[in-house]
């Protein structure tokens, strides 16, 4: 069973991936989207080819979503949009890339998808979207995109987006639409079946200040329903992080000091106001963060980002960091708190 966490391409999402153990790369896939930004999207693709090739280890399958970005010629005298442009950069970088494909997509963009295959010989993640007014792809469909794509159902990953849970008792409905879409596009024989949802807030916006806030991991609690229920293997388990399924807008302003800390059932989410000059703030969280009972017994053994929360604590750091740091030290918790979780569910769900 593996983990394939779907994470913003941003600066602190590749630091956690460059940063995770061997233990815990070799249980996770991990999807990246590009996030619609202002620059030229051709200096975008080159940023993410850049920093893939610092933070992802050489055999790494990288599965990329170009799907936020504009479908449209990306260098002038030259075919192709963000999908071909990307290929050829991260191959150039020695990355291997798997590209994001949906139903949905041109032919333009399905024959990019083809083509990145041939040059990468990493198949093709089909991204299907899960819930209550949702349209469900038909065979036909299904078939076309195979087609179009130049490959078999073997050589693609199937995962089903199930996008925000919604809270209370709207949960039973989508996990009954995921189950439903899950039994239909089992009729093929993906290459990896994947569940993924997301409970995290939008933002921090009108979180406590100075203490922690629990924020329940309904995303889990979705795929635990859909796992115990299914008749197969269980899917493997997809969120979107520690942050919310959509795409974020353009942020403005600096963040108050903040982490956005895993547990085994929630997130403890620490929102700290500006007193002290700069981020220093950040060190009272961490301090409180470490001392709480959230703190793992394994402390600054757990990940790559606890080692930095308990520098941080014990004020072995000269700075507390700022957001991209934030952000990169509660991903590296979270994929580490992730795999373990899957390690230790995986022989239960086979009784």
Known sequence: MAYVPILKAK???FQA?????PEVRSHMRPV???????????DQLETF?????DAIPTGVVLT???GALPATQVLDGASGGPIARLSESLGLRGVEMCPVV????????LHEAADTNSGHQRGACLRVAAGPGQAVPDEEQIQATLRTLRLDPEEVDLLIDAGPVPPGSAMSGLAECVMNLLDLLSQWQWRHECVAAGAFPANLT???RGRATPVARQDLELWKRVAKQWHGQPPDFGDFGVTHPRMPTQSRGTPDPNMRYTTPDDWQVFVYPRVRPGNDDFFTLSRDLVSSPHWPATGPRTSWGDARLHE???RLRLKAGGGTQWRAWATSHHLAMVTAELAAWAPMSNR
């Open 64 to 66: 990329v979503d170009c």
């Open 102 to 109: 949906r139903t949905t997509d041109t032919d333009d963009v």
């Open 312 to 314: 941080c604590a014990n």
């Open 49 to 53: 080819s850049d920093r893939a090739m």
């Open 32 to 42: 990246l989207e590009l996030v619609p930004d202002p620059e030229l999207v051709r």
């Open 11 to 13: 600066a602190g999402e």
């Open 206 to 208: 009108g979180f406590p």
């Open 17 to 21: 991936l460059e940063h995770a153990t």
